[in-house]
Nanobody, 123 residues
């Protein structure tokens, strides 16, 4: 059975940086696509970034392009989300999720989910 365990997150000032980690077990991140979603209070969960399993292609929500970077370490079976130049609107609970084949915008397409981690950007 697959599992995703997240770490990272916390409180940071505007302009600061954080790195989220998502460790997979039961499947390989070099085969499954892994995405990061976020959900702010009172808002729907939205896709932030994704890295394709076999392709390694990366995708980003327009508002995070140039600030966030998704990457993976196949040896550690881990996917990262480096978040720089953070803004207050980035405040949300962040989730990693995995699915076979290609990245998808559809939440229901993802088979495995991490437990979520809070990111708060505030002065």
């Amino acid at each position: 059975q697959g599992q995703l365990v997240q770490s990272g997150g916390g409180l940071v000032q505007p302009g600061g940086a954080l790195r989220l980690s998502c460790v997979a077990s039961g499947f390989g991140v070099d085969y499954y696509s892994v995405a990061w979603f976020r959900q702010a209070p009172g808002r729907e969960r939205e896709g932030v970034s994704c890295i394709g399993g076999t392709s390694g292609l990366t995708y980003y929500k327009e508002s995070v392009k140039g600030r966030f970077t998704i990457s993976r370490d196949n040896a550690k079976n881990t996917v990262y989300l480096q978040m720089n130049s953070l803004k207050s609107e980035d405040t949300a609970v962040y989730y990693c999720a995995a699915k076979e084949d290609l990245c998808s915008l559809y939440i229901s397409a993802y088979e495995f989910w991490g437990q979520g981690t809070q990111v708060t950007v505030s002065s």
